[in-house]
């Protein structure tokens, strides 16, 4: 991931390099080159130009630094500006004051849900919680067997649909399985959801009411970092029709240019709390902004 955006950033900070001082034309070169660079990244195109206004104003008021040079001063403000872009710092996740706090998953089919349903888990069970999975994405065939596995794995109880608890009606299964985890002393509920290949009213109709039957502390948007500019529209489409309260971001193993990794906090005003780097449950961690920033600029 970004390694074309790195090794571009890295091309036009070299060009700086042995530069006395920068001119105002300097700085407007360096800012087209970057805003190509993000460009050719896939970021989205209102989320280039608030950067590069940001970056421009900022190098052209840059007091003449001793301790940095005109290219590491440029460094020292896209980092900045990537820290931003990417949401500055890391938001923990909201717990509900009374349990169980219910975390509901959202995105597309393929998105990497169900896989992230099992790390969270994994992750909060690490941390000393009691959580629970709920399947109810009912839509694609074998998804609740895809997180028993994993529930498994995680070593975590999978609440699915059986009779009485509401089969083939996802709605029914998400709100039976918080009367269940407070009954069971869960204390947190993970609920997986369906999604479509592609966004359909139908399906945001479906994710909307899940979310009214279990009240949910957060609502996580699960997108896939591989997704290129189509990721804003669908960011979009979950952010109107369900409400979203955070972010993660799948598949960030990947080779992918990372636009949408880049756009995500922006379009949606919405923080990206984890990432996802792999198939693995332990393939997971909390996002840190300040991080990704910093693997971007090498
Ligand atoms: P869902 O339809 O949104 O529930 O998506 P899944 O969780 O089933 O994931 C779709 C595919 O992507 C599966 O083959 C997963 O193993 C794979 N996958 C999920 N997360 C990641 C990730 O972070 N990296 C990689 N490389 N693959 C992932």
């Known amino acids: 991931m970004f390694d ?21 034309a300097d700085i407007d ?22 950067f590069i206004t940001n970056v421009k104003e900022r190098a ?21 500006e990537l820290v931003a872009v990417l949401g500055g710092e890391w938001r923990r996740l909201q717990f509900a004051k009374q349990p169980p706090t219910v975390i509901m998953l959202a995105g597309l089919q393929g ?3 169900t896989t992230l349903a099992g790390k969270l888990a994994r992750w909060l069970k690490a941390q ?51 009367e269940h985890a407070r009954r069971t002393a869960r204390d947190v509920v993970i609920v997986d959801t369906a999604g479509r290949l592609g966004v359909d009213t139908e399906m945001m109709q479906q994710a909307a009411d ?22 804003v529209r669908t960011a979009e489409a979950f952010r109107d029709g369900v409400g979203i309260t955070g972010v993660v971001l799948s598949k960030l193993d990947g080779d992918a240019r990372g636009g949408a990794a880049l756009s995500v906090r922006q379009v949606t005003g919405q923080p990206i709390l984890f990432a996802s780097t792999g198939e693995k449950l332990e393939d997971f961690d909390v996002f840190h902004p300040d991080r990704m920033a910093s693997r971007i600029l090498g």
Do not use: C
């Open 210 to 231: 899940i979310r009214d039957a279990v009240d949910p502390d957060e609502v996580i948007f699960v997108i896939d970092a591989m997704v290129g500019q189509d990721a």
């Open 128 to 178: 000393g919680h009691q959580p629970m999975l709920v399947a109810a994405d009912l839509q694609r065939p074998n998804a609740v067997g895809q997180l028993q596995v994993l529930g498994g794995r995680a070593g975590v109880e999978v609440y699915a649909p059986e009779p009485g608890n509401g089969v083939g009606d996802p709605v029914q299964v998400a709100k039976s399985s918080i």
């Open 29 to 50: 070169a360096t800012a087209r080159e970057i805003r190509l660079a993000l460009l050719e990244a896939d970021v989205a195109l209102p989320v280039v130009k608030g």
């Open 111 to 113: 998105s990497g849900k």
């Open 4 to 24: 074309t955006l790195s090794d571009r950033l890295s091309g036009i900070f070299t060009k700086l390099r042995g530069k006395g001082r920068l001119t105002d």
């Open 60 to 80: 052209r008021g840059a007091e003449v630094s001793q301790a940095l040079n005109p290219a590491q001063q440029i460094i020292k403000i896209v980092n900045e």
